[in-house]
């Protein structure tokens, strides 16, 4: 350089010192600045809920309201990455965060045709504008250079490349790349084909504009141009390249998941923050309750109710097995996205039988000791009170078990009196119901007829205490969480006398007749109940599997018309204890002796002659369906309507209300009917009944 002047030379030293404490002074700056917090903090995952056999129930949203799962960089599979790069950023390897190569492309093009052709942004710099907030466009292009820049300091290009798979969306509220394929495609990243995985990528550049579901044709050919670039930066050869372009975009995602949402708000609630939770529900017990909520629905519209809730419980594990919170969940009109099983609504009589096992343990009655149902006044906060039967009659002197069994209400109140209203709320709080959480005179001597509010569950809870000798456990709903501990309700022999008395249906004849709604072809003790001015109907009970409850009535709290426990949620009951019976005994086979091992719990019901084994054939009504209505033209004969079952076998026949119509050999019988509402019920030979079906005749 002798022929440059000393003054040029100390000009290029000045420059190039110039240049070195520019470089320094970027450097420095690069490491002062910060990494954006938000790639360091960890969106919040949608959780996947499923049932105990492993079933997927449902796919809740994250935090941020965007269905979304996390995915590492080891889980993208043979094609993601190639895909990623080939569509958003192909020298992604090699730039430092931001690419002068594609920044002088789209300045040229821009010259040229004088409009954007295409962008430069690297996937960091995508990455980076996704924690940033509205920014004006050229000030957003400086500020995410200069962070991408440092970013590139900070993590890895695995790390970066994982982030943003992560970070974009891949449609309306389809965050990341995991809850991209499992939505469109319902797999896993690693299992998307090349085709998939290009698809995916394409969208990644406009998930509107590319929509699988509303623009397949453009989104088709989004993907064919990234599998072309694929192919000339030898991601894939040509023969990959022509077999994808020739594979149709076929979705085959999960879409929305309807049913069990009562039960998924729940156990979410219950264990917050979870990704995956394994719950106790039985998904196929689940859609026949969810089945029969429907079906009665229409029938509970003669009683003016419009809401229903059903559980079932597992006795032995008290896993929940099944939970209808409503009969629709999307039903605005009837307030669907209520929750009856968790409402607080008043027990009616449901709460007798407690009151009557305190009188058992703490004054040693039984049985047979004498109550007075007569007309009596007993002494409350502000004045008296004199309770009434459901029908207005007083018999004089009972047994514990006529009471009891028939629901009578004054000594009820008697017991209540004589075992102390304190120590009677303390034996309602030994069986579960925290719900009663005021102070004893609150209630008064109405406590034994259903003052005070509590829950389906707190009910079923408590009633399935009695089958398991008296002693009370929580209903368990996580499968993967510890078994609930356990305390002691009431004695044994309490428990075993008050089963003793539900599962006798002779006893309940007198009040109920002979309804077919608490006939079973095995054993089962049922309770009913309904509140003050018909708002509540309740029937709970239970088998030598499952306990069962019932709630019928309107979220609203409007009175039902005369809706009582026996008529409004009885048919319900009944269907819901048939198809909970015969599925527990399909989950745990093993069990069908369990009836011998409860020896005495249930002798005060010995089985009908013939009675049937809850393996048996269940008959199936083909005709009519329940909600069906018929009518037939004015002065003429009685419609005749042919009854058909399935499975019904020789010797079968028909209830319809008590009528009884023998079949024929091929499962019909012809029904003269007559206006008005009428159950109708298929028996096999051997006892076993058919869910019942409910028709108008007009």
């Given at each position: 350089m002798s022929w440059l002047s000393d003054a040029t030379r100390r000009r290029l030293r000045l420059a190039a010192i110039g240049l070195l404490g520019l470089a320094l002074a970027l450097g420095i700056g690069l490491l002062l600045t910060k990494v954006p917090s938000q790639l360091e903090e960890r969106t919040g995952a949608s959780a996947r809920v499923y049932d105990r056999n492993g079933l997927l129930l449902a796919r809740t949203r994250g935090s941020g309201g965007d269905w979304y799962l996390p995915l590492e960089f080891e889980e993208f599979g043979p094609h993601v990455a190639s895909a990623l790069l080939a569509a958003e950023d192909a020298r992604f390897w090699s730039h430092p965060g931001v690419d002068p190569l594609a920044i002088t492309r789209?300045?040229?093009?821009?010259?040229?045709?004088?409009?954007?052709?295409?962008?430069?942004?690297?996937?960091?710099?995508?990455?980076?504008?996704?924690?940033?907030?509205?920014?004006?466009?050229?000030?957003?292009?400086?500020?995410?250079?200069?962070?991408?820049?440092?970013?590139?300091?900070?993590?890895?290009?695995?790390?970066?490349?994982?982030?943003?798979?992560?970070?974009?969306?891949?449609?309306?509220?389809?965050?990341?790349?995991?809850?991209?394929?499992?939505?469109?495609?319902?797999?896993?990243?690693?299992?998307?084909?090349?085709?998939?995985?290009?698809?995916?990528?394409?969208?990644?550049?406009?998930?509107s504009l590319y929509d699988l579901e509303r623009r397949p044709e453009l989104a088709r050919r989004r993907r064919d141009r990234v599998l072309e670039r694929m192919q000339r930066r030898g991601f894939i050869s040509e023969d990959a390249l022509g077999r994808a372009r020739l594979t149709p975009i076929s979705l085959k995602g999960y879409g929305p998941m309807l049913g069990a949402e009562h039960w998924v708000r729940f156990v979410r609630r219950k264990i917050p923050g979870q990704e995956v939770l394994h719950t106790t529900l039985d998904l196929p017990l689940q859609r026949e309750l969810e089945r029969l909520a429907l079906g009665h629905r229409k029938r509970l519209?003669?009683?003016?109710?419009?809401?229903?809730?059903?559980?079932?419980?597992?006795?032995?594990?008290?896993?929940?097995?099944?939970?209808?919170?409503?009969?629709?969940?999307?039903?605005?009109?009837?307030?669907?996205?209520?929750?009856?099983?968790?409402?607080?609504r008043q027990p009616g009589s449901t709460l007798k039988p407690f009151f009557y096992a305190a009188a058992v343990d703490l004054?040693?009655?039984?049985?047979?000791?004498?109550?007075?149902?007569?007309?009596?006044?007993?002494?409350?906060?502000?004045?008296?009170?004199?309770?009434?039967?459901?029908?207005?009659?007083?018999?004089?002197?009972?047994?514990?078990?006529?009471?009891?069994?028939?629901?009578?209400?004054?000594?009820?109140v008697g017991v209540l009196e004589r075992v102390g209203l304190e120590r009677s709320l303390e034996f309602l709080h030994r069986f579960g119901f925290a719900s009663l959480d005021q102070p004893a005179t609150v209630y008064g001597p109405a406590l034994a007829l259903g003052a005070g509010e509590v829950t389906l569950l707190e009910l079923i809870e408590g009633y399935a205490a009695l089958p398991n000798e008296?002693?009370?456990?929580?209903?368990?709903?996580?499968?993967?969480?510890?078994?609930?501990?356990?305390?002691?309700a009431c004695s044994p022999h309490a428990a075993d006398l008050i089963t003793r008395v539900l599962s006798d249906p002779a006893s309940r004849r007198e009040a109920f007749g002979a309804t077919q709604n608490f006939e079973f072809p095995f054993q089962v003790a049922v309770k009913t109940g309904t509140s003050t001015g018909f708002r509540d109907a309740w029937v709970v009970g239970y088998s030598h599997s499952v306990a069962?409850?019932?709630?019928?009535?309107?979220?609203?709290?409007?009175?039902?018309?005369?809706?009582?426990?026996a008529g409004s949620a009885g048919p319900l009951f009944h269907d819901v204890m048939i198809r909970s019976e015969a599925r527990a005994l399909e989950l745990?086979?093993?069990?069908?002796?369990?009836?011998?091992?409860?020896?005495?719990?249930?002798?005060?019901?010995?089985?009908?002659?013939?009675?049937?084994?809850?393996?048996?054939?269940?008959?199936?009504?083909?005709?009519?369906?329940?909600?069906?209505?018929?009518?037939?033209?004015?002065?003429?004969?009685?419609?005749?309507?042919?009854?058909?079952?399935a499975d019904l076998g020789p010797g079968g026949y028909f209830l319809v209300g008590t009528r009884r119509l023998e079949a024929g050999p091929e499962g019909t019988a012809v029904l003269a009917a007559e206006p008005g509402e009428l159950s109708i019920v298929a028996v096999r030979a051997d006892g076993t009944r058919s869910e019942s079906v409910y028709v108008t005749f007009e």
């Open positions: 789209a300045l040229g093009q821009a010259l040229t045709t004088g409009r954007i052709v295409s962008g430069a942004s690297t996937i960091t710099q995508q990455l980076v504008r996704t924690t940033l907030p509205p920014l004006p466009p050229w000030v957003r292009k400086v500020v995410e250079a200069w962070l991408s820049l440092r970013v590139e300091l900070s993590l890895s290009k695995q790390q970066i490349l994982e982030l943003y798979a992560n970070r974009v969306h891949f449609g309306p509220q389809v965050l990341g790349l995991r809850a991209a394929a499992e939505r469109y495609f319902g797999k896993e990243p690693s299992e998307l084909d090349l085709s998939e995985a290009a698809t995916l990528a394409g969208l990644v550049r406009g998930p519209e003669n009683y003016q109710a419009s809401a229903l809730a059903v559980i079932v419980l597992d006795l032995e594990t008290m896993d929940v097995l099944g939970y209808v919170g409503s009969p629709d969940f999307q039903d605005e009109a009837s307030q669907g996205q209520n929750d009856g099983v968790r409402a607080l004054l040693g009655m039984n049985e047979d000791t004498q109550l007075s149902d007569e007309a009596e006044s007993f002494a409350a906060v502000g004045g008296h009170f004199m309770p009434v039967n459901y029908d207005r009659r007083f018999r004089g002197k009972v047994s514990l078990r006529r009471a009891l069994s028939n629901s009578l209400n004054v000594p009820a008296g002693v009370f456990r929580r209903a368990r709903f996580d499968k993967d969480g510890p078994v609930e501990p356990s305390s002691r069962v409850a019932v709630w019928v009535g309107n979220f609203d709290g409007r009175p039902m018309q005369r809706g009582t426990g745990w086979p093993k069990r069908a002796g369990r009836r011998e091992r409860w020896g005495s719990a249930f002798q005060g019901a010995p089985a009908e002659a013939g009675a049937a084994s809850p393996h048996a054939v269940m008959p199936r009504i083909i005709f009519p369906k329940t909600g069906m209505r018929f009518t037939h033209a004015p002065r003429s004969t009685a419609p005749e309507l042919v009854l058909r079952a």
